[in-house]
């Protein structure tokens, strides 16, 4: 199944992109999703939803996608996905800093339990709603 992202803008402090994922999140696209967040980052964007409430799968790809955005919204360089197990090494020494600035809203079952056996979900807070996530970047 193929996959679309939309990218919205919500402005406020900071400045949020939401970036939604709809279909399945694997090796055929997972570069469009990075690109995006690099993209938003490009254009001001502080604070990073993903608004996974249509992504019905997520390969490993998918999880290196995710830390990517992660390091994109510190400002650092993401690793090279051509890497191979450096990148996976890269993303478990990671597993001890949380992403203050990305949030991860309404994942579906299938997601959340990917997110947790591999223990990505203790990287990012997790909303039940896009709206939550928003919220909760802003500090509304």
């Known amino acids: 199944m193929a996959m679309t992202i939309d990218v919205e803008r919500v402005e406020g402090n900071p400045s949020v992109a939401v970036v939604s994922l709809d279909g399945e999140l694997d090796a055929s696209n997972y570069e469009r999703a990075i690109e995006a967040v690099r ?3 490009a254009g001001g964007a502080r ?7 249509n992504l019905g799968f997520m390969a ?5 996608a995710l ?8 400002g650092d360089t993401p690793p090279d996905p051509e890497g191979g197990w450096g990148a996976l090494h890269e993303m478990a ?3 001890d800093a949380t992403a203050a600035n990305v949030r991860l809203a309404s994942p579906q079952e299938p997601i959340s339990r990917v997110l947790e056996r591999t223990g990505m979900s203790r990287l990012f807070g997790i909303d039940e709603s896009r709206d939550e ?8």
Not at 67 to 74: T, V
């Open 39 to 41: 993209t938003a980052y």
């Open 47 to 53: 604070g990073l939803v993903f608004d996974l409430s």
């Open 60 to 64: 490993s790809s998918g999880l290196f």
């Open 67 to 74: 830390h990517s955005a992660l390091r994109i919204m510190r």
């Open 93 to 95: 020494a990671d597993h």
């Open 133 to 140: 996530a928003i919220a909760a970047l802003q500090g509304a």
